[in-house]
């Protein structure tokens, strides 16, 4: 494969790849003058990454500090440390990224890793690993997932994951297909994309606005392979788009976002409910989930592919078979339109409706800034060490607002709004 001296792919489009960079930074995070930034990425992400470095000195930063990662280096781990080695991971470094966030520092993360890099590694070391690194990271994570801060997460089309969304292109095609399809689903492919996310954002706030006037007590979910009623948190509030932290910066946390989303309650969740697209965790890829709750909690966990991952997962903590967070997205959002799987939760929760096992966002309650941990957990917030998120959504969907009298209201109907 070709490259310009920056090690970007001759043929990804460098004028939307700069793009991507300048929404990440002016829309993504809305990095304020004199702000610091803590950004992580794999190496293969680097043309991207340095991109977003510029921008972000452009736009005032303080200090930018990137920390990267390697697939090879990951896997090096699985083929030669010793066996103890797995129930460790690098807590300073969390422990100084939560430190950095303390002090007001921004958080971008630059996704772009080979989706199966672990597949074929064995599970139990895999989970023992995500296990370790999720305890250690719970530090920084809070800060991020109590919105304490700005930040954003966007993608870049490492080859082995373009291999996997585009399997048998050459590779110059699939890097160039999947770069597309990011800029697509990122909204850079067109002259101002800051203008269009302001629209965009603009038709989110819209959603969440109906939603909270209608303060639902319930969500119920039928279709095929589903009957499921997730009660929602005392005094939920539904997000969508953009949302202003505790430290008053208005960011787009996820480019591409097509979800509005709330914190459903940890303790009123019943029926099952089955996966409409594969999840990629870690990895692996679990496939044709179902599970069943009751109370609450899921009592009984299938799928045709990944379950020993899948249990390993459910088995982190007293919070991971509970959710933490249930999401709306049309079934004609452009991503899955698109038609593609891309193997990364970042875009395919996008594409679909659905609900994530384990911690939930204390910024999704009512002046949830100025909530403490207990009342959060007495609202029926979840606290956990994961947070994944799998897709339930598709065009055979049905969703009734259901209020606290039992009166019902379409949400959604074949997963397009009601």
Sequence with gaps: MTTHSRGVSASIDPVKLDRLAEVAIKVGLQLQPGQDLVLTSSIAALPLTRRIVEHAYKAGAGLVTPIFNDDEITLARFRYGADAGFDRAAG???EGMAKAFSNNAARLAVRGEDPSLL????????????????????????????????????????????RQVFPGE???????????????????????????????NAALAERTKWLNEHNFHSLHFTGPGTDLTVGLADGHEWMGGASTAKNGVTCNPNIPTE???????????????SSTKPLSYQGTLIDEISVRFEGGRIVEAKASK????????????????????????????????????????????????????????????????????????????????????????SDKIDIDGVAKDGGRVPVMRKGEWA
């Excluded at 109590?146 to 089309?157: K, R």
């Excluded at 160039?176 to 629209?199: H, Q």
């Design 92 to 94: 300073w470094l969390y």
């Design 306 to 393: 990944g379950e020993d991952v899948l249990k390993k997962v459910l088995d982190t903590d007293e919070g991971a078979r509970r959710l933490g967070e249930v999401a709306l997205v049309p079934h004609s959002s452009p991503i899955s339109k698109s038609g593609l799987l891309f193997f990364n939760t970042l875009f395919d929760e996008n594409a679909a409706c659905h609900i994530a096992l384990g911690q939930c966002y204390s910024k999704c309650f009512v002046n949830g800034a100025s909530l403490s941990e207990d009342e959060i957990a007495e609202r029926g917030g979840n606290k956990s060490f994961i947070h994944i998120d799998w897709m339930i959504g």
């Design 170 to 200: 050459p590779d110059d095609v699939a890097v160039v297909k999947l770069a597309d399809a990011i800029f697509s689903a990122s909204r850079v492919d067109v002259e101002d994309p800051i203008g269009n996310w302001k629209a965009h």
């Design 259 to 273: 979800e509005v989303f709330t914190t459903p309650h940890a303790r009123r969740v019943e029926g099952h409910v």
């Design 119 to 162: 597949s074929s590694q064995d599970p139990a070391k895999v989970a023992r690993a995500n296990k370790a690194n999720s305890m250690a990271y719970q530090p920084a994570l809070e800060k991020i997932t109590g919105f304490d801060i700005n930040w954003n997460i966007v993608a870049y089309p490492d080859l082995a994951w373009a």
